[in-house]
């Protein structure tokens, strides 16, 4: 299968980075907001005002006749959940799905926050799940600073995962990170699984979201009648973390990040290396 990568020289990383950064706004602002009681409409209704905020623009909305600024998607949810009238309770495990357009430019990541409150084994239980989800999601990142295939990036989050302790989470396969540039979805793909074929070279130029989803349980999930909502089809909670990374000559630098991924990357031994912003 012939893919075509769009390769981006710095200073159109630079223009990416004001789309991530405003992603990044949109995370602080929902993450500061949110607390039980509140509807996922409110969270993006936060959302679109950020975005306003910043002179930019949803690409979620309109996206395939997608209908709001952002995915909130909740316990079982695991991708693609739409904001609407439900109300967040204590101890619901929420991930938010943000993106943003500048100047043409896509940003794109995720992040899951756990609920103050709730049955305190159960609230333990989805705080590990983020937690390793986030974990997977670094190793990822990492993988793409180490390795030199997009395949080394699967066989990382896989690896991590098989090393877990039980209850060993399920690693959603149906969905996968992406390409991102002059649009939200482009080539390559990056499965968060170990693949046969090791994928296409790491190369400077590339820009890429690396997105797991965990399950709690068994991977194996179904769409809702919305035609949108994936749920897990055990109802097994599910988790998603997302960041949007450019590879350049000098090195890695996650432009959903506001530290560029300094404190995530630390971990490994990896020094984000930003281009100069002006
Ligand atoms: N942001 C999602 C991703 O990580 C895609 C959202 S699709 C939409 O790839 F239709 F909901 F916008
Ligand atoms: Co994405």
């Known amino acids: 299968m012939k893919t075509h990568i769009e390769l981006k020289n710095d200073s159109q990383i630079c223009q990416m980075r004001k789309a991530g950064l405003a992603v990044a706004a949109i995370h602080e602002a929902i993450a500061d907001a949110l607390r039980p009681g509140v509807t996922t409409k409110d969270m993006d209704d936060v959302a679109a005002s950020v975005l306003e905020a910043h002179g930019a623009r949803s690409n979620f909305l309109g996206y395939y006749g997608y209908p709001a600024h952002i995915c909130v998607s909740v316990n079982e949810e695991i991708v693609h959940g739409i904001p609407g009238s439900r109300v967040l309770e204590p101890g619901d495990i929420v991930s938010f799905d943000c993106g943003a357009v500048i100047d043409g430019w896509h940003g794109d990541a995720c992040f899951t926050a756990v609920l103050p409150g709730g049955d305190q084994d159960r609230h333990a239980q ?28 699967g066989r990382a989050i896989d690896d991590y995962v098989e090393s877990l302790e039980e209850p060993v989470p399920g690693i959603v396969e149906e969905y996968v990170g992406h390409g991102i540039g002059t649009a939200m979805h482009m080539d390559p793909d990056v499965p968060n699984y ?29 769409t809702r009648e919305d035609e949108w909502t994936v749920v897990t089809l055990d109802g097994s909670d599910a988790c998603h973390w997302e960041h949007e990374v450019a590879i350049h000559e000098g090195g890695i630098w996650v432009l959903t990040a506001r530290d560029g991924g300094m404190a995530g990357l630390a971990p490994f031994g990896i020094t984000p290396v930003p281009l100069n912003e002006d």
């Open 126 to 153: 989805r705080e590990e799940l983020s937690a390793r989800t986030r974990e997977a999601m670094w190793r990822g990142i990492a993988a793409l600073a180490t390795g030199s295939r997009v395949g080394d990036v």
């Open 194 to 222: 170990r693949t046969r074929s090791r994928g296409e070279k790491l190369c400077p130029g590339m820009v890429l979201c690396v997105e797991p989803m965990l399950t709690a349980g068994n991977q194996e999930n179904v």
